[in-house]
């Protein structure tokens, strides 16, 4: 995709074949400004950056478009740079819990209910505020399970969980697993495949009237990484997020029940990681809260050296400072307290001026 020449001027008599992408510029000081990325239908690609009021100028001015981008305004201007849910000024933190004997990192190590139990009081302890519990790996190349099986998995550990005081979220992507997860005292569904494998899932999650995440992914996990391509990633996931936020509106979500994913790692190779994680900010345009999973994945030691899954730490914490930086809502992690606390320290620093 060729990259258009920067200039002063906003693209004027955008077609409907064309696509508009906001992200907001975060500034502790200063006029607001957006950065406002076009992709237009002969591949071509605009990218520059302006003040509010002359994007809704360019809006207002624009027949076939003016209001998706009016809309997207309307969510950066409701942004703030920390947090979006309730009245939390910080993001959260999913500490995952796979009760599984193959997740890439810690498979095996939580199988029995009596292990799992104990590691969601050790990471509730540590400040995880939603606790992700699976029984399914979704890891590039992992087998299918039953939903039976995945069931005998999560139930137990959801019914002992329930009042630890976390939000409890169910990842699956399997209506029966979900309805039942929810019905046992799962508040949230987290779905690697943003309600599209199981065509019940969708009504499972209107009828259940639980928040859903909706990650994307190029296939299933079997095959997910066998040579996925894209025209542009960055905007290649945002429209299919857009179009499966679209879709849960339409069957009767609430924008504020709906979180998004871009699913790092998941058909995705190293460069169109990256890519994803300097565009986060354009995931704000949806106007859902982001969730970013980058904890201990295989991208860190593509960039470094080959790793163990566990020896990642470093690589986790900095792609979480570029969520920090890009205004992420929601952090998934392996390592909660060691997340908590980068959190803490950068927002602490970020919070401070020049000034006394």
Not at 13 to 29: E, H, T
Not at 209 to 235: E, G, I, W
Not at 246 to 251: F, G, P
């Amino acid at each position: 995709m060729n990259l258009r020449q920067k200039g002063s001027a906003l693209p004027r008599g955008l077609s409907l074949s064309d696509k508009v992408y906001l992200a907001p510029v975060f500034s502790m000081a200063g006029e607001e400004r957006v950065s406002v990325a076009v992709r237009f239908s002969s591949k071509e690609l605009f990218l520059s950056e302006y003040t509010l009021a002359e994007v809704e100028g360019w809006a207002k001015s624009e027949d076939h478009l003016g209001l998706s981008i009016l809309d997207q305004l309307g969510f950066l201007k409701n942004l703030n740079r920390y947090n979006l849910i309730g009245s939390r000024d910080t993001p959260l933190i999913m500490g995952l819990m796979n009760v599984t004997p193959d997740s890439f990192s810690d498979g095996g190590l939580f199988q029995t209910t009596e292990a799992a139990v104990k590691q969601a009081i050790t990471l509730r302890d540590a400040g995880a505020d939603i606790l992700d519990i699976g029984g399914e790996s979704t890891r590039p190349g992992a087998d299918f399970v039953d939903s039976n099986e995945e069931l005998d998995r999560v139930l137990p550990v959801i019914e002992k969980c329930r009042n630890l005081g976390p939000l409890l979220s169910i990842d699956t992507r399997k209506s029966a697993v979900m309805d039942a997860a929810i019905e046992a005292g799962a508040g949230l569904i987290n779905d690697v495949t943003a309600l599209e494998y199981d065509p019940k899932s969708m009504a499972v999650a209107v009828k259940k009237h639980v928040p859903v995440c909706l990650m994307h992914s190029s296939a299933d996990p079997k095959v997910m990484q066998d040579n996925p391509t894209y025209d542009h990633v960055l905007f290649d996931v945002i429209d299919y997020l857009r179009s499966r936020v679209e879709k849960c509106l339409e069957a009767g979500m609430k924008r504020d029940q709906i979180y998004i994913d871009p699913g790092i790692g998941f058909g995705k190779t190293l460069d169109h990681n990256r890519i994803l994680l300097k565009g986060l900010r354009f995931f704000h345009g949806l106007g859902c809260p982001v969730l970013l999973g980058v904890s201990r994945k295989s991208f860190i030691s593509q960039i470094d050296r080959p790793s163990e899954a566990s020896e990642r730490m470093g690589g986790s914490l900095s792609a979480l400072l570029q969520g920090l930086t890009a205004g992420v809502q929601i952090f998934r992690v392996h390592d909660v307290a060691e997340t908590r606390q980068a959190i803490k320290v950068w927002q602490s620093i970020d919070k401070t001026g020049l000034t006394p």
